[in-house]
């Protein structure tokens, strides 16, 4: 048996290691062994030499970000005219029939589009939650492209039982029968899901929202994804016509439609939950139901800004996503971390001025310790994700945790000025840099800027010429 290939990240400017402590090291190396972190430390510490060793001089070195929620087919449906201005509902029913007309080409290649734009962004594990299957469409399609690129991946096998004949949103011809929908949902995982450390496939059971599938196959899913211990995601309470639509069809807020289905615990993330209530956010915190924050899709919908303070001080575990490429019209996970970051501070700015023990207003109060810092920012874009997903494998930067990171240049103009003071806070605070290097499992998969596993220029053309087919397609 041959012994395991090493790496070895030298000298780095700054290490952020997000581990327990927090803590951010100067001159610092990482060691890898397989696929694995085996040291972390100073850089005189650490051994000299390895299969390779990557020069991390003037860089600053992230865990790899982690996604929590995307939809990675719509990369080829960005800036559609007819929908660019619309909200949540008409945006869908604007697009559901252009997406009738995906095939699995559309969705192998759109899947590494989308994942290639993501590892160029420094993120290494995403989520992708995939709900239509016209024309032959698999998730297995989404599952082999990610393998082929290189991705940590955690494929979400979503669904729609509900047309506009049963009072629900989508189109009769892209709803799915529901025993259909959970053979092939048992299926996938049978043949994909790896619950073991370090897994590169996981499978997740998604139902997609409820204007779109039924209460029985909503509990149905929670209680197949349980007997095999995988997770549950769906949409909830993404905005004011989402609650709406619970509370006259099923007499409910959509945090207690959850509950009522089973759809509240650990192993459960919602992605949006905009509309979230007080009473959703402490059933959250008291059952440890994620929320995947999609803050750049929320404002191109108009849906609102999500209470993620609010969430974060009751404890509800928070990660990020990117949402569909559709509706955010980017995937760049770090700038989604900034937007965030940004987005918190003006919700803090909307509240009532504080006000004395006199009634007067106070002056000079500091919004950001309130809203959003730079580093916890970064910390849901690494950590929060891991939670979110339940990986307690990735998200940090410490011995015996998967060979993730990201390397991002303090030498470029974005940058100066603000790297020599705080090269943590300027990675959030500065434009949203590409990443230099990305490592997903100790295999470098973006080296100087570019990918490496993918032959990226041909396979944006391709995604071009599949976009264009996809959407005049749907015109005739």
Known sequence: MSAARTLLVRDAACLATLDDAGRELRD?????????????????????????????CGHLVVPGLVNTHHHMYQSLTRAVPGVQDAELFAWLRGLYPIWAGLTPEMVRVSTQVAMAELLLSGCTTSSDHLYLYPDGVRLDDSIEAAREIGMRFVAARGSMSVGESQGGLPPDALVEDEDAILRDTQRLIEAWHD????????????????????????RQSAA?????????HTHLAENDHDVAYSLE???????????DLGWTGDDVWHAHCVKLDEEGISLFAATRTGVAHCPCSNMRLASGIAPVRRMLDAGVPVGLGVDGSASNDGAHLLAEARQAM????????MRP?????????VFGCDVAPAAMSARAALRLATRGGASVLGRADIGQLAPGFCADLALFDLRTVGMAGAAVHDPVAALL????????????????????????????????????RLALQLVQGAGR
């Open 429 to 464: 605070l500065c434009a949203s840099p590409q990443a230099a290097f990305t490592i997903v499992q100790g295999r470098v998969v973006v080296r100087e800027g570019r990918i490496t596993t993918v032959d990226l220029p041909p396979l944006v053309e391709r995604h071009n």
């Open 353 to 361: 001025p504080q006000r004395g023990a006199d009634g007067r207003t």
């Open 342 to 349: 940004l987005l918190a501070r003006v919700a803090a700015a």
């Open 249 to 259: 069809q099923f007499g409910r807020t959509p945090a207690q439609y959850a509950q």
């Open 224 to 232: 197949l994804a349980r007997s095999y211990g995988v997770r549950l």
């Open 28 to 56: 610092a190396s990482i060691f890898i062994r397989g696929h694995r972190i085996e040291a972390i430390g100073p850089a005189g510490d650490l051994p000299q030499d390895a299969d390779e060793v990557i020069s991390a």
């Open 195 to 218: 619950p073991a450390h370090g897994a590169m496939t996981q499978v997740a059971v998604a139902p997609c929202s409820p204007f779109s599938v039924s209460r029985d196959l909503m």
